[in-house]
C-alpha cells in the first residue's frame, strides 16, 4: 500500500511569520495536535517545518514566554522529515517508528504539501484491517461448524 492511498488530504497549516497563539487557536479550532509550516513557491505550499502541541508547551508556556511576541517560525522543527505519494507504507512506518514521528507530512513528486500521515491515522487503518480479519476468521468457523452437521 502506498502512503498517498491512505494519507489524510486535508493538511491544516500555517506560514512561517503565523503567530504562536494564532497557531495554538487553529490546532483546538480543528482538533489536531500539529500544524505543518509551508512557504508558498510559485503559488505552491511547500512544507518547511511542523509545530506541535508539544512544542507550544516545552517552548512557550513553561518557558513562560508571551505567544504574541513570537512566530511559528521561531519556534518550529525545522528539521522536517517527510514522505513522497508514492512510498511504501509500511517502509514509511519502520521510519516513523525508528525516529520518533508521529506526524508527517507527504509531498508530490514536485515537493508541494498533499497530505499528511498520522500515528492517529494508521492506528485507525490497522485497527478496521485486524476487525475485517477478526470477522473473516469468524465467518471461516462458522462455515466450518456448519459443514461439520
Do not use: W, Y
Amino acid at each position: 500500500m502506498l502512503v498517498g492511498k491512505i494519507c489524510n488530504r486535508e493538511v491544516v497549516f500555517v506560514e512561517p511569520d503565523t503567530s504562536v497563539a494564532e497557531a495554538a487557536r487553529l490546532m483546538r479550532e480543528h482538533h489536531v495536535g500539529g500544524l505543518v509550516v509551508v512557504q508558498e513557491k510559485s503559488g505552491k505550499r511547500v512544507p518547511v517545518g511542523i509545530i506541535t502541541d508539544r512544542d507550544l508547551v516545552i517552548e512557550v508556556i513553561a518557558a513562560g514566554v508571551d505567544m504574541r511576541e513570537i512566530t511559528v517560525g521561531d519556534i518550529m522543527s525545522d528539521q522536517l522529515v517527510t514522505a513522497r505519494e508514492g512510498d511504501d507504507l509500511l517502509e514509511t512506518l519502520k521510519m516513523m517508528r525508528a525516529r520518533g514521528i508521529r506526524r508527517l507530512p507527504v509531498i508530490d513528486d514536485d515537493g508541494v504539501l498533499a497530505g499528511i500521515l498520522t500515528v492517529d491515522d494508521l492506528i485507525d487503518l490497522f485497527a478496521e484491517q485486524i476487525a475485517d480479519l477478526a470477522r473473516l476468521i469468524a465467518f471461516e468457523q462458522k462455515r466450518e461448524q456448519e459443514r461439520r452437521r
